[in-house]
């Protein structure tokens, strides 16, 4: 599967940006996340969302940001509200097939810039 990220951009802290990721066909049998990578720090589990739909959040997100699927399942949204300066980095969509069970995510988006000033 090929992802694609697009959303990102600059806002002030305390604005909202959402992130897209669209896949080139249905992520119904894959797991999805959102990662992120600030310069000089490692990559960064940010959220999740299972092929049930269930989801999981970094506690630094938590309550701030939202991973969603649309109907297709061919686009993964993340809604992020109230903005930090440490949640700029570069976002990567990745996904990981349901088979075998703990399968590491070895699809990855080109990543899109998520800028927070104060």
């Known amino acids: 599967v090929q992802l694609q990220e697009s959303g990102g951009g600059s806002v002030q802290s305390g604005g909202s940006l959402r992130l897209s990721c669209a896949a080139s066909?249905?992520?119904?049998?894959?797991?999805m996340a959102w990662f992120r990578q600030a310069p000089g720090k490692e990559r960064e589990e940010v959220a999740t969302i299972a092929f049930t739909d269930s989801t999981t959040y970094a506690d630094s997100v938590k309550g701030r940001f939202t991973i969603s699927r649309d109907n297709t399942k061919t686009t993964v949204y993340l809604q992020m509200n109230n903005l930090k300066p440490e949640d700029t980095a570069m976002y990567y969509c990745?996904?990981?097939?349901?088979?075998?069970?703990?399968?590491?995510?070895?699809?990855w988006g080109q990543g899109t810039q998520v800028t927070v000033s104060s």
């Open positions: 066909r249905s992520t119904v049998t894959y797991g």
């Open positions: 990745a996904a990981r097939p349901l088979w075998p069970i703990g399968a590491p995510y070895n699809y």
